[in-house]
């Protein structure tokens, strides 16, 4: 059993040293044959081409340009609008006239609406003299009524119906319909 062993260990290591073998002669191929790409994007031989370049073949002057050549700029890099537009013939005579005052839509001129009523329509009574509605005002007391009464004083009962009664002032201005769930 030891003898198997021994075998793989020495397979083993004729493999790892293979395998360093293949990979010692690969660098070794790519450094003395082609450049190696550095970190900034030139490989090793631009870098000696660069320091063999004179620099005297830069022409600076052709740099330097007159600068009485151009315009003074009207361009502010921290506004942004749109370049103002040459105006034509027709928005100069347009200019020229003066702007028409548009005036507001009149107001209907008359006396307010009523206030809504403040009645809670609470539901309806079916007595032996007829269909009653049963109001609740807003300090919390009930008012009852048939159609054609004067309730609180201030409504009267048009109509009473399952789900709803129409009510208006007692001079017959502002009639409205108050819903089970009230107004």
Do not use: H
Not at 7 to 21: D, E, H, M, N
Not at 88 to 111: C, D, E, F, L, Y
Not at 151 to 171: C, T
Request: net charge positive; proline share 9%.
């Amino acid at each position: 059993m030891r003898l198997t062993v021994s075998r793989q260990l020495l397979l083993l290591g004729a493999l790892a040293i293979a395998v360093a073998v293949v990979v010692m002669t690969r660098r070794a191929d790519n450094s003395a044959g082609t450049s190696q790409a550095r970190s900034n994007g030139r490989s090793a031989t631009t870098t000696t081409a660069a320091a063999e370049t004179s620099v005297a073949d830069l022409k600076l002057e052709l740099l330097k340009g007159d600068s009485s050549d151009l315009a003074p700029s009207t361009r502010n890099p921290f506004q942004f609008r749109s370049k103002p537009s040459v105006p034509s013939a027709r928005a100069q005579a347009s200019a020229a006239k003066p702007p028409v005052v548009i005036a507001p839509p009149p107001v209907p001129q008359g006396p307010p609406p009523p206030p809504p009523i403040a009645l809670k329509y609470i539901g309806v009574l079916e007595t032996a003299q007829g269909r009653m509605a049963v109001f609740r005002d807003n300090g919390g007391d009930i008012v009852n009524g048939r159609e054609g009464d004067i309730i609180d004083g201030r409504y009267r009962l048009l109509k009473i119906g399952v789900e709803s009664a129409d009510l208006a002032y007692v001079d017959g201005r502002g009639r409205q319909t108050i819903r089970l769930s009230g107004q």
